[in-house]
């Protein structure tokens, strides 16, 4: 059964950055969509950014230009590069397939940004 495992989060101020981490267990060379979701608190989760296995990229509205995703076929992982990050920003990110969240949901890496 795939794994998934999210790494990287943490405390930064406004304008500040942070690359996250998604190791699979398994192989996602199958896997035709990854994304990174987002949990504000107190809101539902939401997709930020996709990458297809032959990386192909898509963002929401609101980290565009801001964010980069990226996906590793040979080592199973995929990260999410933050930039310029924003108090919006916090909240709880998770990695997974995409647009039918597959697999058993990690525990998250928690992003806090804040001065």
């Known amino acids: 059964q795939v794994q998934l495992v999210e790494s990287g989060g943490g405390l930064v101020q406004p304008g500040g950055s942070l690359r996250l981490a998604c190791a699979v267990s398994?192989?996602?060379?199958?896997?035709?969509?990854l994304a990174w979701y987002r949990q504000a608190p107190g809101k539902q989760r939401e997709v930020v950014a996709t990458i297809t296995a032959v990386g192909s990229r898509q963002y929401d509205d609101s980290v565009k230009g801001r964010f980069t995703i990226s996906r590793d076929n040979a080592k199973n992982t995929m990260h999410l590069q933050m930039n310029n990050l924003r108090p919006e920003d916090t909240g709880v990110y998770f990695c997974?397939?995409?647009?039918?969240?597959?697999?058993?949901w990690g525990q998250g890496t928690q992003v806090t940004v804040s001065s």
């Open positions: 997974n397939a995409f647009p039918r969240s597959t697999f058993s």
């Open positions: 398994g192989s996602i060379r199958s896997i035709g969509v």
